[in-house]
């Protein structure tokens, strides 16, 4: 079982930065593919960026947004740049065992992003 909890969502100002960060408990992360999703009210849920495998990144996030894990923290981040308030959202981590398929195992309870214009 894992554990997964984010944070470092906040409000901040067009075309500012943030560093989300996702931890996890209970077991190494290292084996795992970890992703970041998101999703805006009244809106699918999407994913922004994968790592695990090959690195993934959304169309709309390229360029802007980096995916790093630090294995030793056992940590995820997810550095956003250059932010746009089409980037608010809610944003989750989520980690599977097979890097490139299958349903997400578990996933973090979420943490508010939200860009001012």
């Known amino acids: 079982q894992v554990q997964l909890v984010e944070s470092g969502g906040g409000l901040v100002q067009a075309g500012g930065s943030l560093r989300l960060s996702c931890a996890a408990s209970?077991?190494?992360?290292?084996?795992?593919?970890v992703g970041w999703f998101r999703q805006a009210p009244g809106k699918e849920r999407e994913i922004v960026a994968r790592?695990?495998?090959?690195?993934y990144y959304a169309e709309s996030v390229k360029g802007r947004f980096t995916i790093s894990r630090d294995n030793a923290k056992n940590t995820v981040y997810l550095q956003m740049s250059s932010l746009k308030p089409e980037d608010t959202a809610v944003y989750y981590c989520?980690?599977?065992?097979?890097?490139?398929?299958?349903?997400?195992?578990?996933w973090g309870q979420g943490t508010q992003v939200t860009v001012s214009s």
């Open positions: 790592t695990g495998g090959n690195t």
């Open positions: 209970g077991r190494t992360f290292s084996g795992y593919a």
């Open positions: 989520a980690a599977r065992l097979n890097y490139y398929y299958g349903p997400w195992d578990y």
